[in-house]
């Protein structure tokens, strides 16, 4: 199988032969016409599942680049259930695919109740009881979107990276320190009302900016890059 997690900035690819991965890579979105030179190639009879989140027109460029590898291609959707998860959405299907994903990853990691957090362009943290459930989830905008937000909308601040600090007394310092903050804020919440709810928990965490929101976190968070990945490698060996 060839597996994609296709973000809104950039795409995480693992190539998997009987539970293996052979390799694995990550580019930026407009390169990804360059998958099939990377991948080089796939077996007859390969499967291609694909974690989308990046919109249409890069769902029907990667059809296009695709095609040269002659596997058969599936575009993952949330479900109402699958993979010993239940999706406790509204709407099911309007879950994203790779919040989907990586709590499948997180039910199969080991047992008992996860929050699920990606920290990307936007982050999301999602809640999973110990039963399989998944109670519903925040999305809020990712450290750089914070920053270019008070960038764009202040005439003083210039969005700039600072260091992480308990009292910042620079601009740049106040900036990032205020961004990771309010995520570690809403990441302590809905850790606090799962904790309620369900006693034992523990937090997976990934993301291209996972390291800067674990830094000085008073909750211990387990880091897994891939875990869009490995859900996507569970729901394949699963017939999905």
Known sequence: ???????????????????????????????????PELVGGLPAGSRILVSNVAGEAAGASLREYLAALQGELTFILAEAERCGVRNGYREPQRLGSDRWAALIAARHRAPGAWLVVNCGTATTVDALSAQGEFLGGLILPGLSLMLDSLSANTALLTAQEGDLQDFPRDTAAAMSSGAVR???GAILHQFGLLQQREGSVRC???GGAAGKVMQGSSIPCEHDEYMVLRGLQILGEEGA
């Open 1 to 35: 199988m060839l597996l994609l997690d296709v973000g809104n900035s950039r795409c995480k690819w693992t190539l998997v032969q009987n539970g293996a991965w052979l390799r694995q890579g990550v580019l930026e979105n407009r390169d990804l016409a360059r998958l």
């Open 182 to 184: 309010a995520t570690q």
């Open 204 to 206: 997976l965490i990934s």
